[in-house]
């Protein structure tokens, strides 16, 4: 599976969007980008993935650059409860592998 | 409905023992892969079944196993326990074995003392 490089923390004011950039340049064409947060002390949450195009749902969004070599969550209106630690995964295996990085902190304050 | 379920939900134990770690998966789900996460760091890949059947294996000793059972629930066993097994052991389930959303439980917080 390709590797992931994320910034190991963030800040965001609470309400507005929080863009959190992962880049993962040596990604393959059957490998999906994911995206999980753990808030402390709980199980890791699936939050989107995609393989190739912009992905929406009700928790963020997920940008994927035309040459899948980065991308960017989005959480368009950041609550103090989306403070967590956020995992950019690439996987491509024919099993449900997931390699977890160390992650963003991303902190939302008031 | 109820989510993926762990048991126990902490543990400690002594060195050289054994432990045995369970985990039900979302109702209708086949696939349970597990996890563990030492603190300050991400989950680490261990095992994954999918119908009773293992599909993955990740960089672990042959101290840890673990095995499906006919209605999708899991197993993980760590023999010989070492210090060093002391971790946040998750479970996950998911509807098939390929690329689909990971449904995580709480986890085990098991103690090696």
């Known amino acids: 599976d390709a590797k992931t490089t994320q910034p190991p923390s963030m800040d965001c004011a609470e309400g507005r969007a929080a863009n959190l950039p992962c880049n993962h340049s040596?990604?393959?064409?059957?490998?999906?980008v994911y995206w999980y947060r753990q808030i402390h002390s709980q199980g890791p949450q699936y939050i989107i993935h995609g393989l190739k195009n912009n992905e929406t749902n009700e928790m963020a969004s997920l940008i994927i650059t035309e040459d899948r070599k980065s991308s960017t969550l989005i959480l368009p209106h950041a609550t103090l409860r989306d403070t967590a630690v956020y995992y950019c995964i690439v996987s491509g295996t024919s099993y449900g592998k997931l390699t977890f990085g160390q992650g963003t902190i991303l902190t939302v304050h008031p | 409905d109820a989510g993926v379920t762990q048991s126990p939900t902490h543990l400690i134990k002594t060195r050289g023992q054994h432990v045995t770690l369970r985990c039900s998966p979302i109702s209708g789900h086949k696939s349970v892969s597990w996890y563990q996460q030492v603190l300050g760091q991400g989950p680490q890949f261990i095992f994954q079944y999918y119908e009773k059947e293992e599909r993955g294996r990740g960089n672990f000793p042959d101290r840890f196993s673990a095995r499906q059972f006919p209605n999708y629930s899991s197993e993980l066993n760590v023999n010989a326990l070492l210090l060093g097994d002391s971790a946040l052991y998750l479970c996950?389930?998911?509807?098939?074995?390929?690329?689909?959303?990971?449904?995580f439980g709480q986890g085990t917080r098991l103690t090696v003392v």
């Open positions: 040596t990604i393959s064409g059957n490998e999906y």
């Open positions: 996950a389930s998911s509807s098939s074995v390929g690329n689909t959303e990971a449904f």
